[in-house]
């Protein structure tokens, strides 16, 4: 369809096909936890978006993100709350989070941060037993009415091309490399 068309469908429809994955994984859906799967199958770590992995950690790209950039660090260890972690692990995952930081704020030019952890469902863990950190990138005035009138998020990038992105910042700022154990 031509961005320009007039139509009333263009006006009144928008389409996110790839938001169904998401909603089937609400359902009950999914193969497991994704970050167990992903952190099994490092071949499939194009794929999955991850970025990198240290010896306790893996870094990953939200595949349904609140904005584009969002990024993902996890545990290697499938646990549901902090207390769950070795200390070493809960000392550890702050790295790749501070990595994502700097990462973000190269290649995506991210004004601020949104760091944050739901533990529960009751909290918002859309993945209650497998603790996680969100690190979501903000710019100055970077809310939208999509937000605001429909629970809609505008993701302007495609996630295979903001990986590369992210990689190459990666590779500036000498963090570790794509899906690499340290």
Same mark, same amino acid.
């Given at each position: ?21 998401y ?24 794929e ?33 709350s ?37 533990? !529960? ?48 910042? !990666? ?12």
């Amino acid at each position: 369809m031509d961005p320009r068309d007039d139509s009333p469908e263009f006006k009144t429809n928008l389409h996110a096909p790839w938001r169904i994955p998401y909603i089937r994984s609400l359902a009950g859906e999914q193969d497991g936890c994704f970050l167990c799967n992903a952190l099994a199958d490092p071949d499939a770590d194009e794929e999955n978006l991850v970025l990198w992995r240290t010896r306790r950690c893996l870094v990953i790209m939200n595949r349904f993100p609140y904005t584009g950039g969002h990024l993902l660090t996890a545990p290697i260890d499938h646990v549901a709350s902090l207390d769950e972690l070795t200390s070493e692990t809960r000392l550890e995952i702050m790295d790749p989070t501070n990595d994502c930081l700097k990462i973000l704020a190269l290649a995506l030019r991210a004004e601020g941060f949104n760091v944050g952890i739901n533990i !529960g469902r009751c909290a918002g863990a859309g993945l209650p037993d497998h603790i996680h950190l969100h690190i979501v990138p903000r710019w100055g005035g970077d809310s939208n009415f999509m937000a605001v009138l429909g629970d809609i998020r505008m993701v302007h990038q495609a996630m295979t091309e903001l990986r590369a992105e992210l990689l190459t910042a !990666g590779e500036e700022l000498k963090l570790p490399g794509p899906c690499h154990a340290g």
